[in-house]
């Protein structure tokens, strides 16, 4: 780009347009790839009620595990604080909150700057203590592959340059912002064809066990 203003409306606009077509198209795609597996149909007596089951389990996974605190207790703690901070970035930021409204006419409070920044540094600092551990733990580093690594790098750059574009931590000013919405625009590329997919899947496999579960009449 010849100059900033170029590059913030290229990512504002053409760019923007091409990252949500491919975000949905995937997402939309790989939820049908996995609903369209089905299942066999299970002949044997119901003992408990498979919908209060998987809701019952989507729930319940969403609190700490005690036995995954008691072996890995920092990793475990900072995963939470990552995903809350993220999270309260993404939906709480008033300015997200406005681009939520003019994609799909939704809108909600959001709040003060101050816990905006908070919950940034949070997630910041969380990410990369996790990013380090992958590094310095040999069992993870056996275990971790280069798309690990990268979507923990595009997740940090996502949250970083939009702290930084916030603050004027880098100028000209739209230059960092061209930069954060970049990376969101990458992150949301990436989204449906790697393990961020999670962000939907986990809801769908944790009802499904859930659901199997309380129809044999154990617990999940």
């Known amino acids: 780009m010849s100059n ?5 409306a290229l990512v504002r606009g ?11 198209f995937g997402v939309i795609l790989r939820l049908t790839e996995i609903l369209a597996l089905g299942r066999k149909h299970d002949y044997s007596e119901s003992r408990g009620g498979e919908g209060r089951g998987g809701w019952t389990t989507i729930w319940r996974r969403m609190l700490p595990d005690q036995e995954k605190i008691k072996r890995a207790p ?6 939470y604080l990552f995903h809350i901070g993220f999270f309260v970035c993404l939906l ?5 909150i406005e681009l939520i409204y003019n ?3 939704i809108k909600w409070p959001g ?3 101050p816990f905006i920044d908070v919950a940034a540094i949070v997630a910041m600092v969380s990410l990369a203590a996790l990013f380090v551990n992958r590094l310095i733990h040999p069992v993870l580093r056996f275990l971790s592959t280069f798309e690990d690594y990268f979507l923990l790098v595009v ?3 996502t949250v970083f340059t939009g702290y930084a574009a916030f603050h004027r931590l ?8 061209a930069w954060h919405i970049l990376s969101v625009e990458l992150m949301l590329v990436i989204f449906p064809f790697t393990k961020l997919m999670h962000t939907f899947t986990l809801f769908i496999a944790r009802w499904y066990n859930g659901a199997m579960a309380a129809r044999r009449g154990v617990q999940s």
Do not use: Q
């Open 14 to 24: 053409p760019l923007f347009d091409v990252a949500i077509a491919i975000f949905l």
């Open 155 to 157: 997740v940090f750059l």
């Open 74 to 79: 920092g990793v475990t703690v900072l995963g």
């Open 111 to 113: 709040l003060p700057t």
């Open 170 to 177: 880098m100028e000209p000013a739209s230059s960092a912002l």
């Open 92 to 96: 709480l930021f008033v300015p997200h």
């Open 4 to 8: 900033p203003t170029e590059f913030l």
């Open 103 to 105: 994609l799909i006419g």
